[in-house]
């Protein structure tokens, strides 16, 4: 096929010397009204192949129509009318590659590899796909380990969220008349970001969305990695990748309504420093890639053009004041997961069985927001109901990934020829082992061909590892550049392999690989250390401050089960022994019944159910119900138990009345408060202790307290003004405000008053009714909150507060001069 450039060269070819200079003559002085001209530096020793180049990056699809103007103007009527019968006209190029790069975005989109499907048997991405949960606005930078924040995600939100449609990532948000250029898609490993960015370019190649753009670009930092040592201009780049564009002659993209995707930024390993990176306007010029992708993103380049990024939440502040919208990918809401498995199994009957099951295991259930882990989860459930195995369906994480692990050894024969010999099998998990640890170790979730090196894998077995574990470990190529990206398919899937090798290479060799041992007392390891192996592990994951061994660790203590002994040696040789799980099982209440943050206590809880230990729980759970918890013989170890339980209760009423009405429950319950939108602490005896607790959840911007009701408790100045700091928080969302019966004075409003016109713009309702001693000049601060232009308070109670006709005077003014939010006062 002749290409566009070899086109135009071959009409230039066919120009004599004289008419060939009177040609570039014309292009120097832009002869074509509305096009600009080719600088004469440029133009000035040029040959007909650099000329061709010239035009192309300067005109791109108009190349021809001004190649045609000027041959018109040389009186070249025979070259004029040959091109006119070999080239199109320029919307019929803009066609033709939008059309070619439609049909290869459809062909690259359209299936993914699901279970034991292959490239000859693909699943339809439209045959499961199930809308996910995005939110607009998104949530701080949090780098805690994941699955904190899918426990925090699976609680219910405080209020209704701005939800997004993926198809309206760019649409403007109801208040903003700015066009969004930059869109920010947060959300953990898994959750379903790169799905999203899939659907999102398939419907677009569909035809079924977002026509208005007119060249859709999806990169990947995966792919993009493996160019940190070439330069590339902004144009070649996308010709890189994009062939299309290339082949119909579009050189240039400032013309058009472009989006480009950048999915995975914090998979990126070159670093994108923003602030000392050269600015670049233009598009030709070759540089570094990261130089390319800091330039885009800032928008020195290309400024026409939008751009959708997506990253884990801890990579998204390597983005500085440069995004328009911040969204965040929730994965899915409880009906989303139900309608998944139902698409997921065409038999209703086994789809209920496996939500039902689901639903009787904390740890699967909350786990089961991330789409990728519902794919587990599936798949290992519908293997064991298969096999008859329904009254072994697994419940706990190690279980579920240890199953997951069987189910791709026994259907491997299915996929590939022959069968995996058990010591081959056996060599597989323990290099996939070594690579997770060591690359966990470094912070990495994918992996390329010098990393399996350095884990001693041979870069051609690496092709038999992904055959095996096809939806474990795999293998995503890059042709273009003759290139293999590896990784394991979730994190949770590699923190599994990693504490395999850790719990294997212990029991094998005695050596403890979360402690600096000398070589020297191996020998003695084995039979000394089994117990301080597991503690040494939960003090290590104790010790991490946002924890990232958390999961690592319930692996490592769920692999020792005995349970799972007869899962384990299917794989490999090993053995353990409860007494050993019940020396760990006291260790780790031992470390329950001490001062411990709330989500340490919750994972050392999932550890124990690991450990198929409730007995906690259970005890806590059984006061409860027969109503007979008495809060003052609760051990350190119970209370954590009390607040686990209530924070797996998906509360949104807290009432401390229920459990003590004391200040000591309610310290130890301020995890509960925190999570919970409703808190009533009527008469609990709250001293200045409670109040400087209370200022720092007010004041936290993941806190979910909008309705705060502290009636009954005898408020002095001091501890007042210690809540007022929380509620002229820009973090305080408080909506209802009850301080009936504190005995606040005229000073307490004065602090009240200031606090609540600092941050007006939030409470509807505030009770002070009984305050006998607020009185008139109590009600004249508060009026000064009342006439802030942001007060939308709607109910006000004055009962009781000695008011005289001069506090109605005062509320008169106040209301005349912000009329407008007021609808109910008590006086």
Not at 248 to 271: A, H, K, N, S
Request: proline share 4%; hydrophobic share 35%; net charge negative.
């Amino acid at each position: 096929m002749t290409t566009p450039k070899e086109i135009l060269l071959g009409t230039l070819e066919d120009l004599g010397r004289d008419d060939f200079e009177k040609f570039k003559w014309h292009l120097k002085n832009g002869s074509v009204e509305g096009l600009p001209a080719i600088p004469v530096s440029k133009l000035e020793n040029a040959e007909r192949t650099d000329i061709v180049d010239l035009m192309f990056d300067t005109y791109s699809i108009n190349t021809f129509e001004v190649t045609k103007n000027l041959l018109g103007r040389l009186n070249r009527n025979d070259l004029l009318e040959n091109l006119n019968k070999t080239i199109p006209e320029p919307t019929e190029i803009l066609t033709e590659c939008q059309l070619k790069l439609k049909s290869d975005l459809k062909q690259k989109f359209q299936c993914v590899l699901e279970g034991i499907s292959t490239t000859e048997n693909p699943t339809l991405l439209s045959q499961f796909y199930t809308e996910l949960y995005i939110t607009g606005g998104g949530t701080e930078v949090n780098d805690e380990h994941e699955v904190r924040q899918i426990e925090t995600a699976s609680r219910k939100p405080d209020r209704p969220e701005t939800t997004i449609r993926q198809e309206d990532i760019f649409k403007l948000p109801p208040g903003r008349d700015k066009p969004i250029r930059t869109v920010l898609t947060m959300g953990v490993a898994g959750i379903g970001k790169t799905v999203l960015t899939q659907k999102f370019t398939l419907d677009w190649a569909e035809d079924k969305a977002n026509q208005d753009i007119q060249f859709m670009f999806p990169f990947t930092f995966r792919e993009l990695n493996l160019l940190k040592e070439e330069k590339f201009s902004l144009v070649e780049l996308v010709h890189h990748f994009f062939t299309e564009t290339k082949e119909t002659g579009i050189y240039t993209f400032e013309d058009f309504q472009v989006v480009f995707i950048f999915d995975g930024l914090d998979e990126c390993r070159p670093p994108l420093d923003f602030h000392k990176t050269t600015i670049l306007t233009d598009p030709r010029k070759s540089t570094s890639v990261d130089v390319l992708l800091i330039n885009l993103i800032r928008g020195k380049l290309l400024p026409s053009a939008r751009l959708w990024i997506t990253t884990r939440p801890a990579a998204a502040n390597q983005i500085p004041d440069c995004v328009g919208v911040v969204t965040e990918v929730r994965g899915f809401t409880d009906p989303q997961k139900e309608e998944y498995f139902r698409k997921r199994f065409g038999d209703s009957e086994q789809a209920s069985s496996i939500i039902s099951h689901i639903k009787t295991s904390r740890s699967l259930h909350i786990m089961c927001y991330i789409p990728v882990f519902c794919w587990i989860t599936a798949t290992v459930l519908e293997f064991v109901m298969k096999n008859k195995e329904s009254k072994d369906l697994p419940k706990t994480l190690t279980k579920l990934y240890l199953r997951l692990v069987l189910f791709h050894l026994k259907t491997k024969d299915i996929k590939y020829d022959g069968g995996a010999e058990t010591e081959s099998c056996r060599k597989i998990i323990e290099s996939l082992g070594k690579l997770a640890f060591d690359q966990l170790q470094k912070g990495n979730l994918i992996f390329y061909e010098s990393d399996l090196t350095e884990c001693g894998i041979d870069i051609r077995a690496a092709s038999v590892y992904s055959g095996v574990f096809t939806q474990i470990f795999k293998a995503d190529e890059c042709h273009m550049f003759n290139n293999v990206v590896y990784c394991f398919i979730h994190l949770s899937i590699q923190e599994f392999f990693a504490a395999l090798h850790v719990y294997l290479t212990f029991i094998n060799s005695g050596v403890n690989l979360l402690k600096k041992q000398s070589p020297r007392f191996k020998i003695f390891q084995k039979t000394l250390t089994v117990k301080d192996f597991y503690q040494s592990a939960v003090d290590k994951a104790l010790k991490s401050p946002n924890g990232h061994l958390d999961l690592f660790l319930r692996f490592l203590l769920g692999l020792s089960l005995q349970t799972n002994q007869d899962l384990l040696c299917m794989l490999t040789q090993t053995g353990s022994s409860s007494q050993t799980n019940q020396e760990t099982v006291q260790y780790i209440k031992k470390k329950l019944s001490g001062k411990l943050s709330a989500e340490k206590s919750i994972n050392l809880f999932h550890c124990l159910n690991e450990l198929d230990d409730r007995s906690l729980v259970e005890e806590i759970q059984q006061s409860l119900r027969l109503g007979r918890l008495s809060t003052d013989q609760l051990s350190p170890a119970q209370w954590s138990a009390l607040v686990f339980i209530l924070l797996s209760s998906d509360l949104d009423e807290f009432d401390l009345e229920k459990y003590s009405r004391s200040e000591k429950a309610f310290l130890k319950l301020l995890p509960v408060v925190k999570a919970s939108k409703k808190v009533l602490l009527r008469d609990c005896k709250l001293s200045k202790r409670s109040f400087e607790a209370l200022s720092e959840i007010l004041s936290s911007p993941s806190n979910h307290l909008r309705e705060l009701d502290l009636s009954s408790n005898y408020l002095q100045d001091s501890e007042l003004d210690l809540l007022c700091v929380g509620l002229k928080s820009p973090d305080c969302k408080l909506e209802t405000l009850r301080l009936k019966s504190c005995g606040l004075s005229e000073i307490s409003c004065d602090y009240l008053a200031a606090a609540l016109k600092s941050n007006p713009s939030h409470l509807r309702e505030l009770d002070l009714s009984f305050n006998y001693n607020l009185q008139d000049p109590g009600v004249k601060h508060l009026c000064g909150f009342l006439e802030s232009p942001g007060c939308k308070l709607e109910t006000l109670r004055l009962w009781g507060c000695g008011l005289s006709k001069i506090s109605c005077d005062y509320l008169a003014a106040a209301l005349k001069s912000n009329p407008s939010h007021l609808r109910e006062l008590d006086l």
